[in-house]
Nanobody
Framework: QVQLVESGGGSVQAGGSLRLSCAAS?????????MGWFRQAPGKEREFVAA????????YSPDSVKGRFTISRDNAKNTVYLEMNTLKPEDTAVYYC?????????????????WGQGTQVTVSS
């Protein structure tokens, strides 16, 4: 069983930065998993943000975050990060991390077996 706990959310003004963390615990070696970040804004469906395949290849949602967000992992700490820069009000959402065993880092949420509880990010104009 894999437990994922996100942290690092908060409130920030437009143009600011935040770094989200997703710590994995349980009988897990994070390097064996593709890790994804998704977000859900009020009244909207959950959407893909970024993913990092177990092989290290990263994928980003091109229209919304590419060039501003960076996904990375620290296998020694069993933690995945999402560095978010130049934040915009439309980035406001609950951000979730997810894990997919030996996955390639797909954009499809149904591929991920484990999910965190989410962390709120609020960007004011």
């Amino acid at each position: 069983q894999v437990q994922l706990v996100e942290s690092g959310g908060g409130s920030v003004q437009a143009g600011g930065s935040l770094r989200l963390s997703c710590a994995a615990s349980g009988r897990v070696r994070l390097s064996d998993y593709a890790m994804g970040w998704f977000r859900q804004a009020p009244g909207k469906e959950r959407e893909f943000v970024a993913a990092l395949g177990w092989s290290g290849r990263s994928t980003y949602s091109p229209d919304s975050v590419k060039g501003r967000f960076t996904i990375s992992r620290d296998n020694a700490k069993n933690t995945v990060y999402l560095e978010m820069n130049t934040l915009k009000p439309e980035d406001t959402a609950v951000y979730y991390c997810a894990a997919d065993y030996l996955g390639r880092g797909t954009t499809e949420d149904y591929a991920y077996e484990y999910w965190g509880q989410g962390t709120q990010v609020t960007v004011s104009s």
